[in-house]
């Protein structure tokens, strides 16, 4: 997993361009996954829901525009969250949604205090894995509910194939582009090819003490829904 201070000078420097970025190279497919997730964690207890890695704020706004009454967003990108507040501000959320920079690793947080734990796009940058997991496990009060949204690598050969060409040659190339760091779009296509395999992952999150932990894919693969149960 990639070290923390990469992360941070990564995210910092493509914050600018990163929504407009994110929805092109995905097609827009990213906001029909993101709904579906945010329907997940509706179906439980979710007065007061931590959005981990919440980057510039697209999935802490619908959470709050769906009913939420108290989102959490933290990231450890300033320059993202900075765009994320704006886009807050902007939408006369400031009642419903709070952002702080937060190591997801080391919440500052008290035990059992969420009702749930979001992770949209960002679990695989963590550069612990477990620990994450552990602590997102720490701060959900039990019976609340874990929902990790991930890019994932698809299991049919053909459609593999046009993913890899798609996601290791064309992606960096436009990122690279417009953004002005290839580097960045190198990286995330990377990550996600080098993220562990969703029957890992699951054990990974009973590890951290979640149960009834599923999995359901979306778009042939390309992308999963994780959810558990403290």
Not at 81 to 104: F, N, T, W
Request: with cysteine; aromatic share 10%.
């Amino acid at each position: 997993m990639a070290k923390k201070s990469f992360i941070v000078r990564l995210f910092d420097d493509i914050a600018p361009t990163y929504d407009k970025l994110n929805h092109i190279l995905s097609l827009n497919i990213d906001k029909s996954w993101r709904s579906k997730s945010v329907k997940q964690v509706l179906k439980g207890k979710h007065d007061v829901v931590l959005d981990i890695a919440c980057g510039t704020g697209d999935f802490s706004i619908e959470l709050a525009q769906k009913g939420v009454e108290k989102v959490i967003g933290v990231d450890i990108s300033e320059g993202m969250m900075k765009i994320g507040m704006e886009k807050v501000k902007a939408l006369g959320l400031e009642d419903k949604i709070s952002m702080h920079v937060d190591d997801s690793e080391s919440l500052s947080l008290e035990d059992n205090s969420i009702d749930a734990v979001t992770v949209a796009f960002g679990v695989r940058n963590f550069e612990h894995l477990q620990i994450g997991l552990n602590e997102m496990n720490r701060v959900i009060r039990p019976g609340g509910t874990v929902n990790v949204l991930e890019l994932s690598v698809p299991s049919n050969p053909v459609l593999l194939w046009c993913y890899k060409i798609y996601f290791l040659h064309v992606l960096p190339f436009f990122g690279g582009l417009v953004s002005g760091n290839k580097a960045a779009y190198k990286y995330l296509p990377t990550s996600v090819m080098n993220f562990p395999k969703p029957e890992v992952f699951m054990s990974m999150l009973e590890t951290a003490g979640f149960k009834e932990v599923k999995q359901r894919a979306f778009t042939f693969g390309l992308c999963r829904l994780f959810t558990g149960v403290k």
